[in-house]
Nanobody
Framework: QVQLVESGGGLVQAGGSLRLSCAAS????????MGWFRQAPGKEREFVAA????????YYADSVKGRFTISRDNAKNTGNLQMNSLKPEDTGVYYC?????????????????WGQGTQVTVSS
């Protein structure tokens, strides 16, 4: 069983940066792709970024490409999402997801485990 805990969310002005972290417990975390999703109020949860198990392949939603960078450290069982040039439309709850079953894992059903989320608010 994998448990995921996100951290690093907060309030930031447009143009600013935040770095989200996902701490994982469980031995299978490092063997599968992981990803990040976000959910804005009143909207569906949407894919943001994914990284394969070795950290050599990444995949991004078009809306964040060039601004966000996903990474992972399997030795520490952690994943990260560096978010730069933030926009108000990036506001939402950000979720870490693990144990993806395919590549690229861009839909919710691709993942077996989810964190509780961390709030990111970008003010204009």
């Amino acid at each position: 069983q994998v448990q995921l805990v996100e951290s690093g969310g907060g309030l930031v002005q447009a143009g600013g940066s935040l770095r989200l972290s996902c701490a994982a417990s469980g031995r299978t975390f490092s063997s599968y792709a992981m990803g990040w999703f976000r959910q804005a109020p009143g909207k569906e949860r949407e894919f943001v970024a994914a990284i394969n198990w070795r950290g050599e392949m990444t995949y991004y939603a078009d809306s964040v490409k060039g601004r966000f960078t996903i990474s992972r450290d399997n030795a520490k069982n952690t994943g990260n999402l560096q978010m730069n040039s933030l926009k108000p439309e990036d506001t939402g709850v950000y979720y870490c997801a693990a144990q993806a079953s395919r590549w690229p894992p861009t839909v919710r059903n691709d993942y077996r485990h989810w964190g509780q989320g961390t709030q990111v608010t970008v003010s204009s």
